[in-house]
Structures are given as C-alpha cells and as structure tokens.
T-cell receptor, first 114, second 110 residues
Framework: DAGVIQSPRHEVTEMGQEVTLRCKPI?????LFWYRQTMMRGLELLIY????????DSGMPEDRFSAKMPNASFSTLKIQPSEPRDSAVYFC????????????FGPGTRLTVT | QKEVEQNSGPLSVPEGAIASLNCTYS??????FFWYRQYSGKSPELIMS??SNGDKEDGRFTAQLNKASQYVSLLIRDSQPSDSATYLC??????????WGAGTKLIIKP
C-alpha cells in the first residue's frame, strides 16, 4: 500500500516566486496535516484538514501561505511570494481519523529560497 | 502552554546496550502518546504508540507511560548502529493535534 506521496522532493526557487507543494494522503485517511521543520524551530504544524475541510490554520505563518484540499486524495500548500526564511523541509502527514492521532508522514519537500 | 520536554542529546550508547529515552509533558489531558524515529534527511516514522499506564513491548522497543508523573519513555534493547537517529516524542492535545518534543539524538557506538 502506498504511503503519503509528496512532490516535488526538492525545490529551489528565487525570492518572490510562487511555490506549490503537493500531497497525496494514504487512501482511506480523512485527516491531513502540513508541517514545516527547521533546525531552529523543530517540527511546526501549519494547518490540518478533516474530511477536506480546514480545521485549524493558526500555524500558518502569514498570508503568504495558503493551503487547499479540493478532494480526499490531494492537497496543496502554496507560498506566494516566497522568502529566504521560508527555506525548510515541508512534510505532509495523514491519519485515518482525527481521533486516532497516529499520523503517517510523507518523504517531505526540501525547499530552498535564494 | 502545553509543552513536551526532551533532552536534545546527543545520547551516546554502546552497541548492544539499552538506550533509554525520556519525555515529560505538561498537559494532563493527553491520552495518546507516540514515539517517532527520524533518520537524518528523512521523515518521521511512527515506531510506538501507547495509551495506558505501564509498559508496551514491540520487539526490541518498550514504551513506558506514567500519567501520574507525566512522563513517557522509550527503551531500546540490544542497541544497533542502525538505531542511530533522532527520536521524537508526541502526544495529543484537545484539538486533535499532536504536540511534539524537540527530539533526542541517539548515537549507537559500534
């Protein structure tokens, strides 16, 4: 069974450009989480969805960040415009139900903004 | 503010010995506790879940939960060099999110 799929695996872009990260959760999972990880701040929850509906986006750092989940098998995280301080590894995770809490992570997207 | 505390390490353990990783937490309402392993450059991988007080064993791994003292630990028996990684402790909060520790870096010396 395929795990969480993320693309691209690596992204290098220039400051000011738009960046779109993609995620396909595990089939049958109805909760999806976007995280950012840096050495300085560790693992930070940005936003999570339940049944395609955003539940809590309080972790989104600012209006430059947006996320969508148009259907149960696809989500995007967009940064527009990107800044060097957005450089990090972005993980998507999914779980069967919110109440189960066990989250399974994708391989991540390493974003570098120059 | 709800917090999860872990010693960042590194914790150095000889091969074949028992590695002991600890985590304390502040939210008494937490009911579900998890240990994730993260190799350098990889994503966190769930290795243990524990929901009730006591010990839970899975192969060489044992998770221990003490809700009264608000700590959870992970023991790794017969440590192998392949166990060298960062171990993240996590637990639920009332909003269905996981609260994460900063992780402990474990080094198993051959």
């Amino acid at each position: 069974d395929a795990g969480v799929i993320q693309s691209p695996r690596h992204e290098v872009t220039e400051m000011g450009q738009e960046v779109t990260l993609r995620c396909k959760p595990i089939s049958g999972h109805n909760s999806l989480f976007w995280y950012r990880q840096t050495m300085m701040r560790g693992l930070e929850l940005l936003i999570y969805f339940n049944n395609n509906v955003p539940i809590d986006d309080s972790g989104m750092p600012e209006d430059r960040f947006s996320a969508k989940m148009p259907n149960a098998s696809f989500s995007t995280l967009k940064i527009q415009p990107s800044e060097p301080r957005d450089s990090a590894v972005y993980f998507c995770a999914s779980s069967f139900q919110l109440e189960h809490y066990e989250q399974y992570f994708g391989p991540g997207t390493r974003l570098t903004v120059t | 503010q709800k917090e999860v505390e872990q010693n960042s390490g590194p914790l150095s353990v000889p091969e074949g010995a028992i590695a002991s990783l600890n985590c304390t937490y502040s939210d008494r309402g937490s009911q579900s506790f998890f240990w994730y392993r993260q190799y350098s450059g990889k994503s966190p991988e769930l290795i243990m879940s524990i929901y009730s007080n006591g010990d839970k064993e899975d192969g060489r791994f044992t998770a221990q939960l003490n809700k009264a003292s608000q700590y959870v630990s992970l023991l790794i028996r017969d440590s192998q060099p392949s166990d060298s990684a960062t171990y993240l402790c996590a637990m639920n909060d009332s909003n269905y999110q996981l609260i994460w520790g900063a992780g402990t870096k474990l080094i198993i010396k051959p």
